[in-house]
């Protein structure tokens, strides 16, 4: 029996109620393979905790993180309690960096069943690898003459480590993928960054002459998007980029909601973090009717990770057949709850 020790943040909001809904599957699909065994720890830390305790985690947290397998953490922010840069900074954002999670894989396909907002609905099949360390996310800068004169500076950092890695990455899966890399860039108005990521790009493009590449400007790429996505393969993106774009692969899905992504420890030094792409959804918070499908097909990532690919494939099959027997919350169009769909993805899952 292969045993997998799962830390569980679920964080805010909707994020306590879709982690519980992909902790069920996750058990179903270990009943389903038979051989391996999920043993989750969960962790309080949210918002909630930073009013008790006045940090979002414990001195000790990420010490008490490295010794698991792995990460599975909802969402982080309620802004009514905490502003948004202090939450964030303090625990997903913590994570991310002090566990060296560099890589941010966020795939987004055309999905059976469901209701895009495309005009053209194509069939897409991407995957957006963020710059998930530096960039535009940076505490470098401050700001001075609080009042009328105020002047605040923020520094964005890209290391040619970092932007190489990225886009290693990127060209890495493409080869295992339809072997193109979009590179997302801004060089006709960031001056000094975007050239350099685009200079970057073009030395590490040659070390793969295999695959077939572009680099295209964000602006015009987040409208490719909505008139073509099927043009796209893999697409590398700074931090900031990357964010916006996903929010983007979620909602030309159908909704952000059932967005995945994976934060990746390439040094193997510490664990990986899974975690959607959706944040935790104030507005919908505490009906029971929040999309549970990004935190489940991030759950198949985290069994991908683990080298359960034919179990994750499984899960993956089955969301689909979920959503196209219309078994859907009302983000995707439908009337279910968020215990509806799990139960009918654990249903489902245990009669293959
Ligand atoms: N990774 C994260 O933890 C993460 C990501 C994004 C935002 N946030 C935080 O979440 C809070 C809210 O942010 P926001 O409103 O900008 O983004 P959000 O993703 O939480 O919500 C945007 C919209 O999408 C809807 N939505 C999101 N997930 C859904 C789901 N699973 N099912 C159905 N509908 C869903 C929401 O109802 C809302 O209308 C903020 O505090 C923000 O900082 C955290
Ligand atoms: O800005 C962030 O990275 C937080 C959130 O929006 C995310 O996409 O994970
Ligand atoms: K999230
Ligand atoms: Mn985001």
């Given at each position: 029996m292969k045993k997998f020790e799962i830390a569980v943040i679920p964080g805010d909001g909707i994020g306590k109620e879709v982690v519980p809904a992909a902790l069920t599957v996750l058990n179903t699909a270990a009943e389903v393979h038979g051989g391996i065994r999920f043993d989750f720890t969960e962790f309080p830390w949210s918002c909630d905790y930073y009013l008790k305790h006045g940090q979002m985690m414990p001195d000790d947290g990420l010490q008490i993180l490295q010794g698991f397998d792995a990460i599975f953490l909802g969402a982080v922010g309620n802004p009514r309690l905490v502003p948004d840069h202090i939450s964030l900074w303090g625990l997903l954002i913590k994570i991310r960096r002090e566990f060296e999670q560099v890589i941010n894989i966020r795939p987004a396909k055309c999905f059976k069943g469901l209701c895009s907002?495309?005009?053209?609905?194509?069939d897409f099949d991407l995957i957006v690898v963020r710059e998930n360390s530096e960039g535009e996310y940076s505490e470098v800068g401050g700001r001075i003459h609080?009042?009328?004169d105020e002047l605040a500076i923020q520094n964005a950092v890209f290391t040619r480590k970092g932007t190489e890695r990225a886009m290693r990455y990127a060209f890495e899966l493409a080869q295992k993928r339809r072997g193109h890399v979009t590179s997302a860039t801004k060089s006709n108005g960031i001056f000094h960054s975007m050239p350099f990521w685009d200079e970057v790009f073009n030395e590490v493009k040659q070390d793969y002459p295999d695959v077939a590449t572009a680099s295209i400007h964000i602006d015009a790429l987040a409208a490719f998007f909505v008139t073509r996505p099927q043009m796209f393969d893999v697409i590398v993106a700074s931090n900031l980029f990357g964010d916006i774009l996903t929010d983007l692969g979620g909602a030309i899905m159908g909704s952000i909601g059932i967005a995945p992504a994976a934060n990746i420890n390439l040094n193997g030094k510490y664990p990986s973090m899974f975690e959607p792409v959706?944040?935790?959804a104030p507005d919908i918070y505490g009906k029971g009717i929040a999309n549970p499908i990004g935190q489940i097909w991030t759950a198949k990532m985290m069994l991908d990770h683990f080298g359960e690919e034919e179990l994750g494939n499984k899960i993956l099959k089955v969301i689909e057949e979920v959503t196209e027997a219309g078994v859907k919350t009302p983000d995707m169009g439908g009337s279910a709850s968020t215990r509806e769909v799990t139960g009918e993805i654990c249903r489902r899952l245990k009669a293959l």
């Amino acid at each position: 029996m292969k045993k997998f020790e799962i830390a569980v943040i679920p964080g805010d909001g909707i994020g306590k109620e879709v982690v519980p809904a992909a902790l069920t599957v996750l058990n179903t699909a270990a009943e389903v393979h038979g051989g391996i065994r999920f043993d989750f720890t969960e962790f309080p830390w949210s918002c909630d905790y930073y009013l008790k305790h006045g940090q979002m985690m414990p001195d000790d947290g990420l010490q008490i993180l490295q010794g698991f397998d792995a990460i599975f953490l909802g969402a982080v922010g309620n802004p009514r309690l905490v502003p948004d840069h202090i939450s964030l900074w303090g625990l997903l954002i913590k994570i991310r960096r002090e566990f060296e999670q560099v890589i941010n894989i966020r795939p987004a396909k055309c999905f059976k069943g469901l209701c895009s907002p495309l005009v053209n609905p194509n069939d897409f099949d991407l995957i957006v690898v963020r710059e998930n360390s530096e960039g535009e996310y940076s505490e470098v800068g401050g700001r001075i003459h609080r009042g009328e004169d105020e002047l605040a500076i923020q520094n964005a950092v890209f290391t040619r480590k970092g932007t190489e890695r990225a886009m290693r990455y990127a060209f890495e899966l493409a080869q295992k993928r339809r072997g193109h890399v979009t590179s997302a860039t801004k060089s006709n108005g960031i001056f000094h960054s975007m050239p350099f990521w685009d200079e970057v790009f073009n030395e590490v493009k040659q070390d793969y002459p295999d695959v077939a590449t572009a680099s295209i400007h964000i602006d015009a790429l987040a409208a490719f998007f909505v008139t073509r996505p099927q043009m796209f393969d893999v697409i590398v993106a700074s931090n900031l980029f990357g964010d916006i774009l996903t929010d983007l692969g979620g909602a030309i899905m159908g909704s952000i909601g059932i967005a995945p992504a994976a934060n990746i420890n390439l040094n193997g030094k510490y664990p990986s973090m899974f975690e959607p792409v959706h944040g935790s959804a104030p507005d919908i918070y505490g009906k029971g009717i929040a999309n549970p499908i990004g935190q489940i097909w991030t759950a198949k990532m985290m069994l991908d990770h683990f080298g359960e690919e034919e179990l994750g494939n499984k899960i993956l099959k089955v969301i689909e057949e979920v959503t196209e027997a219309g078994v859907k919350t009302p983000d995707m169009g439908g009337s279910a709850s968020t215990r509806e769909v799990t139960g009918e993805i654990c249903r489902r899952l245990k009669a293959l």
